[in-house]
């Protein structure tokens, strides 16, 4: 009688512990979060010791989210078919070199190209956080940890602020990039050890994809960047908005047609999928623009140092570190959509109640509630779009479904800037406390619409998407 021999089983490493994944993919994640807000603080200081102009101060942001949002779609397909972990090291790496960069830089133009640098590197580690994470803990635990994610998340947006001010006041304004080098240091060789390599469906690049994909988004924001300066109507402007429309409608095209597209179009059959990143959109556009203006309110009309006005932003800036958890496990309670416009509502509520509240003489307590309230809205939508995102697509394409909400959510950063800087001094400027507030009131008005109309988008998402 003969006996049949079962085929060798290939025995599954066992998983992380929870914390240890969430400390692998969160102290990058911290660290490219901290640095999307940790310029603001220090920018009246860097516009002086650089001598740069409010155009340079809307670089120094939009160089960085400029380079982020090009670049993310791209490096989330690099990563589906390299290796999402290599990706991810390598996104670390570069980071820590351009901070060190950025720290060095002794003209306006020399600290805008390294903050490209660390924003191209940042492409490379939001996004794939995320999808590591979400194969890194099983599926009972994912919205619980996803939570988390979005309180370290939080506490990036949270203490950057505090931190810029900090160390402009205590050290020197180039220490909020040195900061990161240790960091980084430390990050890789911990991803390294705790992240198992993993990679999406598609194996083949898409290199037509990448170039028209990337080419496309950095035309676009660059016309709507300088859209202020140059005029709307102006011959480079126009350029640049008609070559982004056209590069990313051939995007769109070439992906129908694609043998391996880096972003199936197929995903945005799923209803969840295209709401959560209209959403994503208009909630950096109208919170982000906002912040861009509000974190210098309390230097320049008040007069505070940055310690002074990063420590004013925290009723804000700390809720969502507290809030996302908590929004992480109630999601699948009581639904994504509830929380998502819920915390656009509150956003949008809390925005109008700062312009209405921000004169020249304010005193600081009668705006400590509506920050909290545009802090608690923050909570309420970072875990459940990030949830929705990841609930909406297959396992097989969750890094391009990161890639592409996290896209969204930086270009709406940067058409923020851009368009409530324009709004900002087309009713006022820095020349004096009286002409920033005059300037102030009417760009957080567009933030707050830009927000509402978000929350109105939110109504859409399925009941328990």
Same mark, same amino acid.
């Given at each position: ?346 956003? &949008? $509520?809390?925005? =109008?109640?700062?312009?209405? *509240? +921000?004169? @020249? %003489?304010?005193?600081?307590? /009668? !705006?400590? #509630? ?54 900002? &001094? $087309?009713?006022? =400027?820095?020349?004096?406390? *009286? +002409?920033? @507030? %005059?300037?102030?009131?009417? /760009? !957080?008005? #567009? ?19």
């Amino acid at each position: 009688m003969s006996t049949v021999l079962a085929p060798p089983v290939t025995p599954v490493p066992p998983r992380r512990p929870l914390g240890a994944v969430l400390a692998a993919v969160g102290i990058p994640m911290f660290m490219v979060t901290l640095d999307n807000l940790v310029v603001t603080t220090a920018l009246p200081v860097i516009k002086t010791n650089l001598g740069a102009s409010l155009t340079d101060l809307q670089w120094f942001v939009n160089a960085y989210t400029l380079s982020f949002a090009a670049l993310l779609l791209t490096a989330a397909a690099l990563g589906d078919r390299l290796g999402r972990r290599r990706m991810f090291l390598f996104g670390i790496s570069l980071f820590t070199v351009a901070s060190a960069a950025c720290a060095l830089a002794t003209e306006p133009w020399m600290l805008t190209a390294a903050r490209a640098v660390q924003g191209a590197a940042g492409a490379a580690v939001m996004p794939l956080s995320l999808t590591l994470l979400a194969a890194g803990v099983p599926e009972r635990l994912r919205n619980a940890a996803v939570g988390i994610w979005g309180g370290i998340s939080g506490l990036g947006v949270a203490v950057g602020p505090v931190v810029g001010g900090a160390v402009t006041d205590g050290l020197d304004w180039t220490w909020i990039f040195w900061l990161n080098v240790p960091v980084g240091l430390v990050a890789v060789p911990v991803a390294a050890l705790v992240l198992r390599e993993s990679r999406g469906g598609a194996r083949r690049l898409d290199p037509l994809g990448l170039v028209l994909s990337s080419g496309g988004v950095l035309a676009a924001v660059w016309g709507v960047v300088h859209g202020s300066d140059h005029g709307w109507t102006s011959r480079p402007v126009l350029t640049a908005l008609i070559g982004g429309g056209v590069l990313l409608a051939a995007f769109l095209a070439w992906e129908r047609r694609a043998a391996a597209p880096m972003l199936p179009l197929r995903l945005f059959r799923s209803r969840g999928f295209s709401v959560v990143n209209a959403v994503a959109f208009t909630f950096s556009a109208g919170v982000f623009g906002s912040v861009f203006l509000l974190a210098q309110f309390f230097q320049v009309v008040q007069g505070l140092s940055p310690l002074e006005a990063g420590v004013r932003t925290l009723p804000w800036t700390m809720a969502p570190m507290v809030v996302a958890p908590l929004a992480g496990l109630l999601v699948g309670r009581v639904g994504a959509r509830v929380l998502i416009a819920t915390g656009q509502l509150l956003l &949008a $509520a809390g925005l =109008g109640w700062i312009s209405v *509240a +921000s004169t @020249v %003489a304010v005193a600081y307590p /009668a !705006l400590v #509630v509506p920050l909290a309230l545009a802090g608690i809205g923050m909570g309420l939508t970072f875990a459940p779009m990030s949830t929705t995102t990841l609930a909406s697509v297959p396992v097989d394409s969750h890094g391009v479904a990161s890639g592409t909400n996290n896209t969204l959510r930086e270009l709406g950063v940067a058409v923020g800037v851009a368009v409530l800087a324009s709004v900002f &001094a $087309a009713r006022g =400027g820095y020349g004096s406390p *009286a +002409s920033f @507030v %005059a300037g102030l009131g009417p /760009a !957080l008005w #567009v933030g707050a619409a830009v927000v509402a109309a978000g929350a109105v988008v939110a109504l859409l998402l399925p009941r328990r998407g």
